[in-house]
């Protein structure tokens, strides 16, 4: 497995975001990275859809929430982000 590109581009690597968690191999800090990017990537297709610039596959956005609930990585929701897109 290419970690580099797993960690710019999940979905050339994984099939899904569980695929992701059974990975013995990768660190927890690796699998929240990949999973990050993976909600970000997410989000913009959501963003995309809104903007009726869509047709492309559907959003997992939930899938990727749990997987990152799974590993305990904790989403603040007290505050919000400057943007739709998530931003950080």
Do not use: C
């Not at 047709?55 to 590993?71: E, F, N, R, T, Y």
């Amino acid at each position: 497995m290419n970690i580099e590109q797993a960690l710019t581009d999940p979905t050339s690597v994984f099939e899904n975001p569980d695929e992701v968690i059974q990975i013995k191999s990768l660190t927890r800090d690796q699998k929240i990275k990949i999973l990050r990017r993976w909600e970000y990537d997410a989000l913009e297709l959501e963003v995309a859809e809104e903007e009726n610039m869509g047709g492309g596959p559907p959003s997992i956005l939930d899938q990727v929430l749990k997987a990152l609930h799974q590993l305990d990585a904790h989403v603040d929701v007290d505050h919000s982000p400057p943007t739709k897109h998530g931003g950080e």
